[in-house]
């Protein structure tokens, strides 16, 4: 039972240009939603994260969008650069409890100089 | 940003021997603190959830006599994989949550550590 799906596996976007990544849940209990960056054998590194009473969040080139009625939310990257080629991971939470994090399977990046 | 590290990054053991991986909140403190595994080319999969001071919380499916948890500080859970089997062979990582930030009625964000890759030959 997969909660949280990222269905596109791989995303290849040119140097300069929007990188637009999509994560949908099934859980209407999740109100918590992060996204985070990942290079091989290395950790996570947290990007960004978005409450559900909002439905926006920015921070420099990467902005989360949340739309809760979908259930969809999506990340977007501009202008995307090559070192944003990576793994980006979606997860989210629910409010109670220990608040651990239900991920998505990834979506590898790829900027093209 | 939170720092959290692991120790060792790699390890190779023998089939049947037990294997510590190490996980530390550098410059917060963390009540729970939590490890993942990812196998080649999936999601990262919550294995348990470690509290300190308490036992571990483990997910469906976790044999917890295998994979040993203690939270013995507010800054230290250590995983121990006891007698390991090729197929546990994998990338474990732990992240820690900041304890001041939880307490204070927020959404703590989990900080990762960079993980331990383990071959059991």
């Known amino acids: 039972d997969q909660q949280v799906k990222q269905n596109s596996p791989s995303l290849s976007v040119q140097e300069g240009r929007i990188s637009i990544l999509n994560c949908d849940y099934t859980n209407s209990m999740f109100d918590y939603f992060l996204w985070y960056k990942k290079y091989p054998a290395e950790g996570p590194t947290f990007l960004i994260s978005i409450s559900s009473i909002k439905d926006k969040n920015e921070d420099g080139r990467f902005t989360v969008f949340l739309n809760k009625s979908a259930k969809h939310l999506s990340l977007h990257i501009v202008p995307s650069q090559p070192g944003d080629s990576a793994v980006y991971f979606c997860a989210a939470s629910e409010a109670q409890g220990a608040q651990k994090l239900v991920f998505g399977q990834g979506t590898r990046l790829t900027i093209n100089p | ?121």
């Open chain 2, 1 to 121: 940003g939170a720092v959290v590290s692991q120790h060792p990054s790699r390890v190779i053991c023998k089939s049947g021997t037990s294997v510590k991986i190490e996980c530390r909140s550098l410059d917060f403190q963390a009540t729970t603190m939590f490890w993942y595994r990812q196998f080649p080319k999936k999601s990262l999969m919550l294995m348990a959830t470690s509290n300190e001071g308490s036992k571990a919380t483990y997910e469906q499916g976790v044999e917890k006599d295998k994979f040993l948890i203690n939270h013995a500080s507010l800054t230290l859970s250590t995983l121990t994989v006891t007698s390991a089997h090729p197929e546990d062979s994998s990338f474990y990582i732990c992240s820690a949550r900041d304890w001041a930030v939880g307490l204070a009625g927020g959404r703590s964000t989990q900080y990762f550590g960079p993980g331990t890759r383990l071959t059991v030959l």
